[in-house]
T-cell receptor, first 113, second 115 residues
């Protein structure tokens, strides 16, 4: 079945460092891909998404490109802030009625000043 | 605008007791999802509804779990009897309709501890 694999955390960075969180997926069709973020004590929020190959999703300085050839959707940010400390989830959904989101295990990011 | 509302935010109960978790989706949203989050298994989809009808409950762990959506503005997830391994954070999410690429809006979660 479909699945999402994320790099294990925690990822610990200093403020203004470059961030990459790797995400690869397995899907039978042509899924839509998402990054959700969970701040401490809160529910998940959509960070960005891409619905077809070569699309780039971006939001709040984060970006990820849908790479069909490598089945990847890596999350990047050029300069992280302390406020970016959170858990990041990669997810996919097959673009068919009757399917739902499949999440990766999540990657914890901790940014120190 | 009110987001997804869940209650209670925290629940501590003893093994064998019945637990009911409640969710109010965002007004106008037609799809509702229940997830469970644990350290070991991550985020798992338990069940989802479209227009108040359960579409897929294959993620419900066992018969002790049941979910209902009697109307468009309310859903419950019940565990009876509860067991310590049910301890987790339970999230409810809603979405405007059932197009898969739509954003899901998550509630703050209910942290359940079963002693």
């Amino acid at each position: 079945g479909d699945s999402v694999t994320q790099m294990e955390g925690p990822v610990t960075l200093s403020e203004e460092a470059f961030l990459t969180i790797n995400c690869t997926y397995t899907a039978t069709g042509y899924p839509s891909l998402f990054w959700y973020v969970q701040y401490p004590g809160e529910g998940l929020q959509l960070l960005l998404k891409a619905t077809k190959a070569d699309d780039k999703g971006s939001n709040k300085g984060f970006e990820a490109t849908y790479r069909k050839e490598t089945t990847s959707f890596h999350l990047e940010k050029g300069s992280v802030q302390v406020s970016d400390s959170a858990v990041y989830f990669c997810a996919l959904t097959e673009n068919q009625a009757g399917t739902a989101l499949i999440f990766g295990k999540g990657t914890t990011l901790s940014v120190s000043s | 605008d009110a987001g997804v509302i869940q209650s209670p935010r925290h629940e501590v109960t003893e093994m064998g007791q019945e637990v009911t978790l409640r969710c109010k989706p965002i007004s106008g949203h037609n799809s509702l999802f229940w997830y469970r989050q644990t350290m070991m298994r991550g985020l798992e989809l338990l069940i989802y509804f479209n227009n108040n009808v359960p579409i897929d409950d294959s993620g419900m762990p066992e018969d002790r779990f049941s979910a209902k959506m009697p109307n468009a503005s309310f859903s419950t997830l019940k565990i009876q009897p509860s067991e310590p391994r049910d301890s987790a954070v339970y999230f409810c999410a809603s979405s405007p309709d059932y197009r898969p690429a739509n954003e899901q809006f998550f509630g703050p979660g209910t942290r359940l501890t079963v002693l």
